[in-house]
């Protein structure tokens, strides 16, 4: 199996390079999906979480306001670890079930937001960077998420740099220009990691 870590920036455009992989047959494991699924309502993770943070992090309907947890998180280095020590760990077990799920031959492709941060590069036979300029970032934040400046301001701060991330890139997927220039590039990276796995 030909274990790649995709990784890029906050509104870099990596989840569109996540679904285009996808398509041309990577199995694709989400760490932010399986972040979302191991707090959602009833299991054990989002009861650590409120034990944390208490119970202004829940909305009405005993779900996660996501949007109300990571003000307090993105405004604070050590509430953001203090989330992580509970998440990651529960991450970490269900990447591993589906791992042990994936055939031998896969190119399984972990979609991994903090790869730099949190120094994971060593886990993958190659490392994909989704690179695009910070002023690119933020503006598609602005216009896809309707995130307010301030906060995708925040967001791009806590997380690595763009310096940091291209650092651990075996390939980078450069993200500024148009979707069909996208395409192109995914297309000579998935000829290459289909190289890369025959070899063995």
């Known amino acids: 199996m030909l274990k790649i870590g995709l990784t890029g920036?906050?509104?870099?455009?990596?989840?569109?390079?996540?679904?285009?992989?996808?398509?041309?047959?990577a199995v694709v494991i989400d760490a932010d999906r399986?972040?979302?699924?191991?707090?959602?309502?009833g299991t054990p993770g989002l009861a650590r979480v409120v034990a944390a943070f208490g119970d202004g992090v829940l909305?009405?309907?005993?779900?996660?306001?996501?949007?109300?947890?990571?003000?307090?998180?993105?405004?604070?280095s050590e509430r953001l670890a203090a989330l992580n020590a509970i998440v990651h760990p529960l991450v970490g077990e269900?990447?591993?079930?589906?791992?042990?799920?994936a055939a031998d031959d896969a190119i399984s492709v972990y979609d991994v937001p903090l790869l730099a941060e949190n120094n994971l590069a060593p886990l993958y036979d190659v490392v994909i960077v989704v690179d695009a300029a910070d002023e690119v970032r933020l503006r598609r934040l602005a216009e896809h998420r309707g995130m307010p400046e301030a906060d995708a301001k925040a967001r791009i701060a806590a997380q690595a740099s763009r310096e940091e991330r291209l650092a651990v890139a075996d390939v980078v997927i450069p993200n500024e220009g148009t979707l069909e220039e996208l395409d192109a590039r995914v297309d000579e990276v998935w000829e290459d990691l289909t190289r890369r796995a025959a070899r063995g």
């Open 94 to 101: 269900r990447v591993a079930e589906l791992q042990s799920q």
């Open 9 to 25: 920036g906050i509104g870099s455009g990596k989840s569109e390079v996540a679904r285009r992989l996808a398509a041309k047959g």
């Open 34 to 41: 399986i972040a979302r699924e191991v707090v959602e309502p």
């Open 59 to 76: 909305r009405p309907d005993g779900s996660l306001d996501r949007e109300r947890l990571g003000s307090i998180v993105f405004a604070d």
